[in-house]
């Protein structure tokens, strides 16, 4: 099993730290991305955006099958990794829509927002992403549909 990513800004260290303790009970390995601290990454001036970018290409890379990404709404990072090539991924907070994520829409990446949802229903709503799988079938035409349009505008290979 290939390691998740992990990557959080400033406002979402906290819940990233609970996610990462999460994943390793669970006997996953985890490659975090994210600022040590709140302070290195004001320093540093590391935004939102410079962890989202960095995850999402290690994803479209191949190194991470999975990722998860926090910030304060979780909007900035599926923003932003929504924009590299072959990535798809999905701000979801309650565990319906994470399973879709990865069922319909079969998204490789996982947003949450520190400052919308709580530590425990954060690890639910992950393990839901996590345990759950592309269905293909009739899911599989739109999602290359998805593929499609990200290759008519980044002009590069999509997967
Ligand atoms: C803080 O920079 C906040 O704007 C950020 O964490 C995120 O919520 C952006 O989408």
Redesign the pocket.
Known sequence: MKKIGIGA????LELKETLVEHLEEKGYEVEDYSPPSKEEAKNAGI??PDVAVEVAEAVARGDHDQAILC???G???SITANKVPGVRAAQCHDVYSAERAKKSNNAQVLTM?G?VIGPEAAKTVMDAFLESEFGGGSSAPKVDKMIEVDRRYHGTPAS
């Not at 800004?9 to 979402?12: I, K, L, P, Q």
């Open positions: 800004d400033d406002a979402a935004d939102y910030c304060g709404t909007l900035g990072m927002g400052r």
